[in-house]
């Protein structure tokens, strides 16, 4: 049985940092794309970031420049790196893993806000005060 087991996240002031784990038992990280999803109150999901199973990623451009994807392989685990983090950042943040080994990047980047992607975290808030 696969389960995503998500730590990191909170509340914090305009400008600061934060740092989002994930890791996965019951499946292998660099065998699928996985990424970070995020949903606020009243808005759709969005992909966030992405890692493709041969190693290349992809941002949001919302998020570009200030958030980074990474994975550790030893570790089984997927980070996600965010600064200069801004209110409209303030979400409730969801490590995501599915798509087999064939996607890209950036294609994972939108299938994987779609409910039948593959496997989800439970989810981690995120705010960001002004």
């Known amino acids: 049985q696969v389960q995503l087991v998500q730590s990191g996240g909170g509340l914090v002031q305009a400008g600061g940092s934060l740092t989002l784990s994930c890791v996965a038992n019951?499946?292998?990280?660099?065998?699928?794309?996985v990424g970070w999803v995020r949903q606020a109150p009243g808005k759709d999901r969005e992909g966030v970031a992405s890692?493709?199973?041969?190693?290349?990623?992809s941002c949001a451009d919302s998020v570009n420049g200030r958030f980074t994807i990474s994975r550790d392989k030893a570790a089984n685990s997927l980070y996600l790196q965010m600064n200069r983090l801004k209110p409209e950042d303030t979400a409730m943040y969801y490590c995501?893993?599915?798509?087999?080994?064939?996607?890209?990047?950036?294609?994972?980047?939108?299938?994987?806000?779609?409910?039948?992607?593959?496997?989800w975290g439970p989810g981690t808030q995120v705010t960001v005060s002004s």
């Open positions: 019951g499946m292998t990280f660099s065998s699928s794309s």
């Open positions: 995501a893993a599915g798509g087999g080994s064939s996607l890209a990047a950036i294609e994972a980047l939108d299938f994987m806000t779609r409910p039948d992607f593959g496997y």
């Open positions: 890692i493709a199973s041969e190693g290349t990623s």
